[in-house]
């Protein structure tokens, strides 16, 4: 077994030493961990323990709050999303999925039905009060990080900032129960994300697994506790060109304890279509996307028997 230490910066350095080091690593293996990110270990250890707490709730209470085809938030049960590929197994995983939350009555929930309110369960106790304090302490992080890659990628800081307001950013919170040694199939399938950044506080017992570029093999990460990991998704690797390098990666957990995670997923907004604002890499051909579908194809895809509409959207989903 192989296993990694990212690198690392703290964002509490001097300002171009942290820049320099960014682009390095997002060109690279297109993951880093991160120091000084003014996000409380309070905040993650509050997280952690609403996790565990909201999982181990009985069955039958978190069916109640559901996710459903009409509204893409709410309980995810264990093994019920599927890759969006064909003939591949279930994920390994339960979860709870929450968006940036807008009234029902905003315009921009017809422009785009991925927008609305979130469904927030009775229990337990201060569950909507500890996400939005999350919420709101890794929004402000990202647009930190944002600011730092727009002037890796030479474009106007408030231009680019201006592409996340009323956002499509989401966050899913992840219950892994651990997989026997024999058994077979991913907490969550090799893919690669399909936002723009991801935030992520590793569980320590370990599972997540990188794939770097040029390479066959997967490396595991060496999780470190209150340690950020950043990765980019394919939205600034197209962005930058091909630039920056949005890596491959999966969850096995196969520790012998339960894994949870709550990562942060950094989305434009639906209208924005993503092509480079860098000169592409030799090689790099890739359409412009267009965030509001690809985000909802990737949404419908997900669900057991839903099959892609042929749009040509990378969807995300790799083989191992």
């Not at 794939?211 to 990765?231: F, G, Q, T, Y």
């Not at 304890?257 to 092509?275: G, K, L, M, N």
Request: proline share 7%.
């Amino acid at each position: 077994m192989t296993h990694t230490s990212l690198a690392t910066i703290d964002l509490s350095s001097h300002e171009r030493g942290v820049i320099d080091a960014l682009e390095q690593a997002l060109t690279t293996t297109g993951f880093i961990q991160v120091t000084g990110h003014g996000i409380a270990a309070e905040q993650v250890a509050a997280m952690r323990a609403l996790l565990r707490d909201y999982f181990e709730r009985p069955l039958e209470h978190k069916l109640d709050e559901s996710i459903t085809p009409d509204n893409y938030r709410g309980y995810i049960p264990l093994g019920f999303f599927s890759p969006n590929a064909e003939q591949r197994a279930a994920d390994h995983y339960e979860g709870y999925k929450l968006h940036y939350e807008v009234s029902a009555s905003d315009p921009v929930c017809h422009a785009c039905d991925l927008y609305g309110p979130n469904r927030w369960p009775d229990g337990p106790h201060g569950f909507r009060q500890t996400v939005l304090d999350y919420w709101q302490a890794c929004d402000r992080l990202g647009r930190h990080l944002l600011g730092f890659i727009a002037q890796i990628m030479a474009v106007d800081q408030q231009w680019f900032l201006s592409l996340f307001n009323e956002p499509l950013t989401n966050m899913t919170l992840l219950h892994y129960p651990s997989q026997g040694t024999g058994e077979d199939g991913y907490g969550i399938h090799p893919h690669k994300d399909t936002d723009a950044l991801t935030l992520l506080f590793p569980d320590s017992v370990g599972g997540l697994w990188l794939r770097p570029r040029d390479s066959d093999d997967w490396i595991e990460v060496n999780a470190r506790d209150n340690i950020l990991v950043v990765n980019i998704g394919d939205l600034l690797e197209l962005w930058s060109g091909g630039y920056f390098v949005s890596t491959p990666h999966k969850v096995v957990n196969r520790s012998g304890a339960e894994r949870y995670s709550f990562p942060f997923f950094i989305v434009p907004r639906h209208d924005v279509t993503v092509e480079p604002l860098m000169t592409p890499q030799p090689g790099f051909e890739r359409a412009p996307v267009p965030v509001g579908a690809v985000s909802r194809e990737v949404w419908r895809t997900n669900w057991p028997d839903a099959r892609p509409k042929g749009t040509g959207f990378d969807l995300g989903t790799l083989r191992d």
